[in-house]
């Protein structure tokens, strides 16, 4: 059974940071590539950032680029999101999934106030 299970959400002041993880089960994960997204309150889901199965690629929404690194470890099956200066902005429900994308995992929620 295909699994994602998002952690390390949580409330920042702006300018803090937070690294996000994702944990995939029940499929092999290096053979896919992977994904952020986040969906703000009221909003539409939207694309963070893809990473290549071996790490060859990593694009970024323009919204979070410079501030945002997604990287992977296939030994661990996870993903991770480190996110550095964050804006109020960047508050959202935050979900991983693989491309083609499966069932969404809970997400992880961010919260950024001061």
């Known amino acids: 059974q295909v699994q994602l299970v998002e952690s390390g959400g949580g409330l920042v002041q702006p300018g803090g940071s937070l690294r996000l993880s994702c944990a995939a089960s029940?499929?092999?994960?290096?053979?896919?590539?992977m994904r952020w997204y986040r969906q703000p309150p009221g909003k539409e889901r939207e694309l963070v950032a893809t990473i290549g199965r071996t790490l060859d690629i990593a694009i970024y929404a323009d919204s979070v680029k410079g501030r945002f690194t997604i990287s992977r470890d296939n030994a661990k099956s996870t993903v991770y999101l480190q996110m550095n200066n964050l804006k109020p902005e960047d508050t959202a429900m935050y979900y991983c999934n693989r491309v083609p994308s499966v069932s969404w995992g809970q997400g992880t929620q961010v919260t950024v106030s001061s």
């Open positions: 029940g499929f092999i994960f290096s053979s896919y590539n």
